[in-house]
């Protein structure tokens, strides 16, 4: 009497290296498949069709989706931490374009207000290329970062475009207006705005 059938059977890959959402660590996966086998006296002997297919934690033992393997949480926090950074660089020098002053002084003062923000650098040159090409519709980039911000951080941005704006020792309505307007894009009312920027005195920069 021949025996005959089809079973799945569980193929293992190699190890390797993968970001694990369980253990929220770099872990060792490996993946693996199901396959159908033809079976002579219940022997897997010839591979048919696929069943499914997985990558397994070789720590946590957790399965998951093969996409998994292209999962880093760290580089979709850089990525948005650089996004961030753009956006910062494109509402400051909005602001600073606003103040009309171009001297050396004033151009390092903004390289050194766009560092204190998240670490990032620029140079003067950079910073004298972007005063040419301002924007005056800063809604995109407001309300982008508006998400990655902390109350805090939302305080800073208030701080450094006044600083910017009001390099040339004055605060005008339509400076104000724009200030205003870049408050409530971060999502601050106006209380909290008149807060933060009570202290502060317009014209603070070397000339």
Do not use: W
Not at 34 to 45: A, D, H, Q, S, V
Not at 183 to 190: K, N, R, V
């Amino acid at each position: 009497m021949i025996i005959f059938g089809t079973r799945g059977v569980t193929l293992s890959g190699k190890p390797a290296p993968f970001y694990c959402p369980q253990c929220d660590g770099d872990r060792q996966y490996k993946r693996k498949t199901i396959r159908r086998f033809f079976t002579l006296y219940f022997i897997p002997l010839i591979p048919l069709d696929k069943l499914e297919e997985y990558i397994q934690c070789q720590t946590c033992r957790s399965n998951f989706r093969t996409e998994v393997i292209h999962y880093d949480p760290r580089a979709e926090r850089e990525a948005a931490r650089e996004e961030s950074r753009r956006d910062f660089r494109t509402i400051l020098v909005h602001f600073a374009a606003l103040s009309g002053r171009r001297d050396v002084a004033f151009l390092q003062t903004i390289c050194d207000l766009y560092s204190q923000f998240d670490g990032g650098e620029i140079n003067t040159a950079m910073v004298s290329q972007d005063l040419e090409l301002t924007r005056k519709d800063l809604a995109l980039e407001t309300g982008r970062i508006r998400q990655q911000l902390s109350d805090q951080g939302r305080e800073s941005i208030i701080r450094a475009a006044y600083t910017a704006a009001t390099a040339d020792g004055e605060i005008t309505e339509a400076k104000e207006a724009e200030l205003t307007a870049l408050a409530q894009g971060l999502g601050m009312t106006e209380a909290h705005y008149r807060g933060v920027t009570a202290g502060l005195t317009p014209g603070l920069l070397p000339a």
